[in-house]
């Protein structure tokens, strides 16, 4: 080698000069993408305006192009560093430029579907990339990992080998690092609370426009037989709940690519009230909802299982020498309900999906009124035992189609069959100074059967990166056949046919202020009318007796509706949220009100004059308002468990209460990849 110093020396230069563009063409302005293999068709786009070709094994990738595949076809990409990108069924990427090395490089957007991604260390120091998705950030330096971005923006991330750093977009500061066989989820738009709580909350403040447990009872027992003249008002319309979603319209569960439940708890109890309302109110509602892939087909099966159990009263009690009163009302609600789902995503990109649900509510009620004044001279009371049982049946077709820019449109039709039975046993007693201790019984009973149709539809859009938007709307129809008889008295039978319909519409705006604040706001607008005759039987003593809990002294015939929601949430620190919420309610019902008069007739012997009531409809315009907050502290333990103190209040009857919201989501591993 001494002996060919020229030669030795030009091979030195040589390598020195290889090794120089090897390593400047893995990290540099060298470093190239290009296709490895293409299984199935799968479309490039050149740029976002230009129009799609069949991309091609070898073909060479450049920043800004974007690949989707379709059903079943896959894209593994190669990078002349080592790395390799694998974009699996129903994907939509864009590569971002990632040949700048001044930083970590950004690899890919992940509009939507599932990527596996290998980045490999050179020559044993860090290669720095990152990707995005609609609500997430994923920084590596060398591992290998899955990432699965759903329609809504939802982005799971598993890792199979190093580490990988994850945190919201609207939330740069909330870091996590997942290690190997460990995962991670991550919403779009926070885990921003979505429910009003406490006692009786549940009914969505339907009865609060009229106030009384007996009102909260009669409405919710209708209500499961007759629903079209409640308007209920819209909550986070812009930010998509997959769960939630799925269950409304079962199209929706296409969008599940991996076997995902989430289990919600909910208890609440209330504060008393002017002292004369005990701490005993309560409410629970659990909910456990699942969703599974068929794994190598295009099916998704799942359901939910959930409970609602209430109990309220009311008690007073007043003694004194010369007079002694008691008041007590007790309410209790049970009710269980459990679905099937099944969603089917079919076309080349599978951006359509149509869905079948059923579902079944049952669940039954009781009501108490003890009402009671007694003095020397004068004892008057009152008893009141309703019973209930209700049950509902529902089966809905969902259709949903994506367009551009993740633009989504689910439409729905649901039909029911729905029906509810109440007894009710009247008592009263009375004596005066003049006549001796007398009582009245009165049971009667009420059915009501109902077959009811539903259409609607939600659209959801993104305006900027953070502002999104969503509109919904539904129209419902019933044919309602009622039935009330005295059952003392059988002669006594009324029997009613009539139609309702209910028509909604809502908007939602979602806005992220900053990367730690987001905000919300919603708008809902309804009507209802119901054909519905102003009238009720009289028994034979010319006595008015409605079947209902609170007396039933008015008939609803036709109403309108407009609610304003609006709700705010920041990420005070690490997994601390604190968010707040309110909506304000005004609606506008024409009442046909009982007002009986009386007209006499003689005079007994003893000078007791004798008349005879009659019963009269009288139309009346109302308007009411409801309005309910609350405030919520959280903490997000892991992504996927989260647990929430909320403290609601009604503005109106001043109505507080204290409740636990957690939410634990799982995962089982089940993908739809074969």
């Known amino acids: 080698m001494q002996g060919h110093p020229i030669p030795l020396r030009l091979t030195l230069v040589v390598s020195l000069f290889l090794l120089t563009a090897i390593r400047a063409h893995a990290q540099g302005d060298f470093l190239r993408a290009h296709v490895r293999s293409v ?14 070709f069949a991309l091609k094994r070898n073909a060479t990738i450049e920043p800004g192009n974007r690949i989707e595949t379709g059903q079943n076809s896959r894209v593994v990409i190669s990078l002349t560093d080592g790395g390799q990108i694998t974009v699996l069924p129903n994907s939509k990427v864009t590569l971002k430029n990632f040949r700048d090395a001044k930083s970590a490089r950004e690899l890919l957007d992940i509009m939507v579907g599932r990527v596996l991604v290998k980045i490999h260390h050179f020559g044993g120091k860090p290669n720095p990339y990152r990707l995005n998705s609609p609500s997430a950030s994923i920084a590596v330096r060398g591992t290998e990992f899955i990432v699965d971005v759903q329609l809504g923006g939802e982005t799971l991330v598993v890792v199979r080998e190093g580490l990988v ?48 447990l007996g009102e909260d009872y009669q409405r919710s027992v209708d209500s499961v037989a007759q629903n079209s003249d409640e308007i209920s008002p819209v909550f986070f319309s812009a930010f998509p709940d997959q769960h939630l979603d799925s269950l409304e319209n079962p199209a929706y569960a296409a969008e599940f690519k991996n076997a995902e439940g989430r289990l919600l708890l909910l208890p609440s109890v209330s504060e008393p009230y002017l002292n004369d309302r005990p701490l005993s109110d309560y409410s629970v509602s659990p909910q456990l909802t699942f969703f599974t892939p068929i794994p190598g087909s295009r099916l998704v099966v799942g359901g939910a299982a959930s409970a609602f159990g209430v109990r309220s009263q009311n008690l007073a009690d007043y003694f004194s020498p010369n007079n002694t009163s008691h008041y007590r009302q007790v309410l209790r609600l049970t009710a269980f309900n459990i679905s099937f789902i099944a969603a089917y995503s079919f076309g080349d990109q599978g951006k359509t999906s149509v869905g079948i649900g059923v579902d079944r509510l049952s669940g039954d009620g009781n009501f108490l009124s003890e009402d009671s004044y007694g003095s020397n001279k004068f004892y008057n009371s009152y008893y009141d035992n309703s019973k209930a049982r209700f049950a509902r049946t529902r089966l809905t077709f969902g259709l949903t ?5 993740g633009n989504k449109l689910g439409l729905y039709y649901r039909h029911g069959i729905n029906s509810s039975d ?23 009973k009420t059915d009501i ?13 993104s305006l900027t990166r953070r502002l999104i938007y969503g509109v919904e709307g539904s129209y419902l129809y019933e044919r309602i056949d009622s039935r009330r008889k005295l059952l003392n008295q059988p002669t006594i039978d009324n029997h009613l046919h009539y139609l309702a319909r209910r028509a909604r519409l809502g908007a939602g705006l979602g806005f992220a202020l900053t990367s730690r604040i987001l905000l919300d706001f919603d708008i809902t607008g309804g009507l209802f009318n119901n054909d519905r005759p ?27 509706s407009v609610s304003a929601h609006a709700a705010v949430q920041t990420n005070l620190w690490r997994g601390l949220l604190l968010s707040a919420s309110s909506i304000k309610t005004v609606r506008r019902d024409l ?13 007994y012997s003893d000078g007791i004059p004798a008349y005879e009531l009659i019963d009269r409809y009288t139309p009346n315009k109302t308007r009411n308002t409801i309005w309910l907050s609350n405030i919520s502290l959280g903490w997000k333990f892991k992504p996927n468990l989260i647990a929430e103190y909320l403290y609601s209040i009604d503005h109106q009857y001043g109505d507080r209460s204290h409740s636990l919201r957690l939410r634990y989501t799982f995962n089982l591993g089940i993908t739809s990849e074969k």
């Open 534 to 560: 102003p009238q009720e039987f009289i028994n034979s003593n010319g006595n008015f007796f409605a079947f209902s809990a609170s007396g039933g002294s008015s008939i609803n015939i036709k109403g309108t």
């Open 401 to 405: 189609r994506q367009f551009s820019s």
């Open 39 to 52: 299984t199935g068709i799968a479309l490039i786009y050149a740029t976002p305006q230009s129009g799609a």
């Open 165 to 212: 750093e994850v945190w919201p977009r609207n939330n740069p500061d909330n870091k996590r690092l997942v290690t190997p066989g460990s995962r991670v989820i991550v919403r779009p738009g926070g885990d921003i609370s979505s429910v009003f709580l406490g006692p009786g909350s549940e009914l969505n403040g339907k009865s609060r426009f009229y106030g009384g």
């Open 449 to 461: 059967s109902n077959l009811s149709s539903e259409i609607g539809a939600r659209f959801r859009a």
């Open 422 to 444: 109440q007894e009710n046993q009247y008592t009263q007693e009375y004596k005066d100074g003049t006549r001796p201790r007398a009582s009245a019984f009165l049971n009667g």
């Open 591 to 603: 009442l046909y009100e009982y007002s009986p008069t009386y007209r006499y007739l003689y005079t």
